[in-house]
């Protein structure tokens, strides 16, 4: 709930979702923000396709386990807030070049076809495969593995591509590193699946923010599709001029109908003094077939602030009219409508109302057992609404909070806002509920209509939270595994494969003395030396840009080093031994060896089958009654 007001200043729309009686964590509350999506208009029809298990939420059987979450809403207005101020595109100058890379890590499985060529056949598919789609290969390497498939490596113009093949298990690893054309990213993929025979899976892939390449050709043009770009996605259309009047507060009144579940109910509006003569509120409920249908009006005052003492009904127009005059019992004259006309199911509250039967009608929900039951006078289901147009009239927000504290243990009391026109000067309407289900959804629609009516921007702007007793009864439950669904996640996690382990570490170069060519080889030369990792000779590109990529096949793996140009370099090291520390034996030999790099940034992860994200060590010992 702290986050609430935060992401408010962020979103056209936030919600906090509150929910108890969990297994283990037994209450929890997140908040969500979105300036695309209206919490308050869900669409289902995905769970209706998939119907995924769930544990207490389940909407599709009872729609009210959706909006009972509904902790805290408000849509926001950003115009209101200072946030639509003409965005500055160029927020990375243009002249800069910008060192961006991305590595495409992709796993694929069932790959019969492509896991079971030859080195070579793999190079001419592979490479086939990526011209198709507009990739320039530069050089190439490739050759057979110890445990039968083959190892590829192609230079492109726009970076480099890897394929491991393990022929036993149907797997093809893929790597896509590309330093521009990163539009094209997908599309390559989607190729050399096809190309391995691998296009229905399964087969996962995620990427790696890694270097790039300084001095290509288009880097200008790919400049504009690096990084995240300065768009508008909050509501800035200009504010509609038209601003509420009696009129719009007529049909709000009307519209508010719809919230009551039972017509035959008894509905009472609060009016002004006597001396107004009409009472806007009421005419909206006029031939609205309301059954019982009760006018309160107070007296006007004398000189001395009283009025003389009376409690009359008069029926006129077929309206009920009761006058609250002088001291009257708080309570007294409502049980004399409940006894008239039956329970009271809906309470609506004039503009003009009198702060002093606003008072009385709040009182209500203090009462003490012993003065009175409130659930004799008030329907289970009570809606209650009230529109606020002064803010000083304290009384209004006052029957509001109180009309909060009738609940159960085991309710919330459900009180929205719906704004009309300007989301900080325009008209407040306040509904409040009790034992009605979906609330808010219905408030929602409410709004919807006022809107389509009106021609004046209308929607939930806000909630008020529940009050909660300070001490609520609460049946602890200490949930266990089978609460549950573990049986998916096991599988998964057992049938991991692991083939190897890979490891990329982005480093900054600090000397002053320049880097070159020459120098990375010896440094990879003496590193990969004194690991034992025997390899091909060195493949060098240096038709890219102003930098190079160096390149090899291991004995059980390969390792590239990429060099931006300027300070920036990249060390791929691929093993097929898990237990080869990287970092020890290869990552810190090669920083030794070149002198005056920096870690960056390390990312480390295996190679296999299975959506592999685990090593065979953890594997081994974490795999229950496996």
Not at 79 to 103: H, M, W
Not at 330 to 358: H, M, R, Y
Request: charged residues 25%; negative net charge; glycine residues 6%.
């Amino acid at each position: 709930e702290i986050y609430i007001d935060e992401l408010s200043e962020i979103f056209d729309h936030t919600i906090t979702l509150y929910e108890d009686h969990l297994p283990m964590v037994c209450k929890q509350d997140f908040t969500m923000g979105s300036n695309k999506i209206d919490f308050l208009k869900p669409n289902f029809e995905l769970m209706r396709k998939y119907k995924p298990d769930t544990y207490v939420y389940k909407p599709l059987e009872e729609i009210n386990t959706h909006y009972r979450i509904y902790r805290h809403y408000s849509k926001n207005d950003a115009r209101a807030q200072g946030k639509c101020e003409k965005l500055d595109f160029n927020v990375y100058n243009s002249n800069e070049q910008r060192r961006a890379g991305i590595t495409m890590i992709v796993e694929a499985e069932n790959a019969g076809l492509g896991a079971s060529m030859p080195a070579l056949k793999l190079e001419d598919i592979l490479k086939t495969a990526i011209m198709k789609v507009g990739i320039s290969p530069v050089s190439t390497i490739a050759q057979a593995s110890d445990h039968g498939g083959a190892v590829v490596i192609i230079s492109t113009q726009e970076g480099y591509i890897v394929a491991h093949t393990w022929p036993e298990h149907n797997y093809v690893g893929l790597e896509i590193h590309l330093w521009s054309q990163f539009v094209k990213l997908e599309t390559i993929r989607f190729s050399l699946l096809q190309a391995v025979g691998s296009t229905k899976g399964p087969w996962s892939t995620y990427r790696i923010v890694a270097g790039g390449m300084l001095g290509t050709d288009n880097w200008e043009e790919e400049q504009a599709t690096i990084g995240p770009r300065p768009i508008e996605s909050r509501n800035c259309e200009p504010i509609m001029d038209k601003s509420p009047d009696d009129t719009t507060l007529r049909i709000v009144m009307e519209e508010s109908l719809s919230l009551i579940e039972k017509k035959d109910t008894t509905a009472l509006v609060l009016c002004g003094d006597t001396t107004k003569g009409e009472c806007e509120s009421l005419q909206a409920f006029k031939n609205k077939n309301i059954r019982n249908l009760v006018a309160v009006w107070t007296c006007p005052t004398d000189e001395n602030g009283e009025s003389a003492n009376s409690n009359d009904m008069v029926v006129k127009d077929g309206i009920s009219n009761t006058f609250l005059c002088g001291r009257t019992d708080s309570i007294e004259w409502l049980e004399n409508v409940v006894q008239n006309f039956g329970t009271i199911g809906f309470v609506a509250v004039d503009p003009d109302a009198a702060p002093e039967a606003i008072r009385k009608v709040s009182s209500l929900f203090r009462l003490k057992d012993s003065d009175g039951n409130i659930d004799t006078i008030l329907a289970a289901n009570t809606v209650i609404v009230v529109p606020i147009l002064d803010e000083s009239n304290k009384s209004r927000m006052m029957l509001v909070n109180e009309s909060r504290r009738r609940r159960e243990i085991d309710e919330y009391v459900a009180v929205h806002e719906i704004t009309v026109g300007h989301i900080k000067t325009g008209m407040k309407i306040w509904f409040t509920a009790t034992r009605h289900p979906a609330f808010l959804s219905h408030v929602a629609d409410v709004a919807s209509r006022i809107q389509d009516r009106t021609g004046i921007e209308s929607a939930v702007t806000g909630n008020k939270l529940d009050i909660i007793d300070e001490v609520v009864p609460f049946d602890a439950y200490f949930g266990t595994m089978d609460d549950y669904e573990t049986v998916p996640g096991l599988i998964q996690f057992s049938n991991q494969l692991p083939l190897g382990l890979q490891s990329i570490y982005q480093f900054d170069y600090k000397n002053e003395a320049p880097l070159s060519v020459s120098k990375l080889k010896s440094a990879l030369d003496r590193t990969l030396g004194e690991t034992n990792l025997s390899s091909s000779s060195p493949a060098i590109s240096t038709k890219s840009g102003d930098g190079a990529l160096i390149f090899l096949i291991l004995k059980a793996g390969h390792a590239v080093v990429l060099w931006d140009g300027g300070t920036r370099v990249d060390t791929n090291l691929f093993t097929y031994d898990e237990n080869i520390k990287h970092k020890d034996v290869f990552a810190e030999k090669f920083m030794e060896y070149v002198g005056g790099l920096e870690f960056v940034l390390r990312d480390e992860m295996p190679r296999g089958t299975g959506h592999v994200v685990n090593s065979m060590d953890e594997i081994g010992t974490r795999t229950p009654g496996c």
